[in-house]
């Protein structure tokens, strides 16, 4: 279940959220490196965002409070 209420949340992609619930449960959770889902969120940000050079530890630390596995 996520937050839906606009006033509170304003992302409205059920793709992101996927995304990111599994990315929390791979990566903080499990303690996985989760590398596929840590690009895919910065491509689902990026593409939101329509830039395509955002930095993928600014992204991971912004939405996850993570840092870029090397």
């Known amino acids: 279940m996520v ?3 606009g ?6 992609h059920d793709e992101y ?15 996985e490196p989760a590398t596929d889902l840590r690009a895919g ?6 593409r939101a ?6 930095p993928s530890g600014a992204v991971e630390h912004s939405v996850l409070g993570l840092r870029s596995e090397s």
């Open 41 to 46: 969120l910065v491509e689902l940000t990026a």
């Open 49 to 54: 965002s329509e830039k395509s050079d955002l």
């Open 7 to 12: 006033k509170r949340y304003q992302n409205t």
């Open 3 to 5: 937050e839906t209420d």
């Open 17 to 31: 959220d996927r995304l990111t619930m599994e990315l929390i449960i791979s990566a903080i959770g499990l303690g």
